[in-house]
């Protein structure tokens, strides 16, 4: 999904909504049972209720590596459920050498199916290259909290939150950095 297509979308809908997709199995309602088939079917139904109004859904992948292999399958298929024309968003938050990265990058893309992937900069660079190299694929750089929070002084740096809040937004790229905030 590039841009165009996500704005025509956001005026199709009037609507900027990300639903996030952070099943919790001990939080769910009963009546959908237990297990990863359970966190299908709850998913399934969140995507179904906002269909009309969302223009992304961002499901945060550590609840479902949490379920061990059944996890990566309601992941790939949650991501499949998403409607066409709404930005799948892989809420990673990868950061790691490039090596690592590159396979991050490979599995979010090639394997899930999402349009866009969080990533952690705090490594520099090298962590984040990797998946700009995916032309008509989003990178989201997860930069501070939306809240100020207290972050002591290392040495003779200024606190991390101030010197680069988000350092890869300045880097000079072919492929865009968003850094979303809140």
Known sequence: MDVQQLVKTIRRKSSFLCVGLDPDPAKMPRHLGTGAEAVLRFN???IDATA???VAY????AFYEAMGSEGWDVLSETLSAIPEGCLRI???KRGDIGNTATRYAKAA???WGADAVTV???MGRDSVEPFLAFEDKWTMASCWPPLPIRVPKISNFTAL???RPCGAVSWKSAAPI???SG
């Open 109 to 111: 893309f090639e394997q």
């Open 52 to 54: 009309d109004l969302a």
């Open 90 to 92: 892989a809420d990673a």
């Open 44 to 46: 399934r139904s969140i």
């Open 161 to 163: 939150n101030r010197a």
């Open 178 to 180: 968003q850094a979303p």
């Open 58 to 61: 961002k499901p945060n992948v």
């Open 120 to 122: 952690a900069p705090y």
